[in-house]
C-alpha cells in the first residue's frame, strides 16, 4: 500500500478524479461541480493505492483547510482514512501551519475526534449534507 503526497497533475489526477468521483458524487449524490471546486491544482494531495488502484484520498489548502477525504466503499474499516488524514496533518507541520481545520460530516465527527480535532463552530449544510467545523492546533517543534 502506497500513501502518497502528490499534486493534482497529469499523472495522479485522473486517479484523484476516480476515488472523489465515486465516494462523492456516485454515492454521496454530491454535484461535480461542488467537489471539483477548482482549488485541486493549488492544494496539496494524499493518494492511498493498494496495488496499482487508488482507493483513498484527501487534500489540505494553504491555509490550512483539509477537505475532500474519501475511501472507496470496499476499502472502509481498513485505517485508509486515518492514513490519509495523518498524512495531511503530517504535512501541514512541515509547512509550519498553526492550525488544520475542516467541515465534517456529521456523521464522520467522532472519526475527526479520535485523530485529535475539536469541534469549533455551528452545524452548517454544504452540499445538502450537515457538517460541522472542526480544527486541530498544532504544535510545532
Known sequence: MGVDIVQFDATNAPSIIHVRTEVFVKEQGIDSEIDFDGLDEVATHVLVSVGDKPVA???????????????????????????????????????????????????ATEFYEKLGFNVCG???????????????????S
Open 57 to 107: 484520498t484527501g487534500r489540505i489548502l494553504d491555509d490550512g483547510h483539509i477537505g475532500r477525504i474519501g475511501v472507496l466503499k470496499s476499502f472502509r474499516r481498513q485505517g485508509l482514512g486515518v492514513k490519509v488524514v495523518e498524512a495531511l496533518v503530517k504535512e501541514a507541520k512541515k509547512k509550519k501551519y498553526k492550525r488544520v481545520y475542516l467541515g465534517s460530516q456529521i456523521h
Open 122 to 140: 455551528e452545524v452548517f449544510m454544504d452540499a445538502g449534507l450537515e457538517h460541522i467545523e472542526m480544527e486541530m492546533e498544532m504544535i510545532l
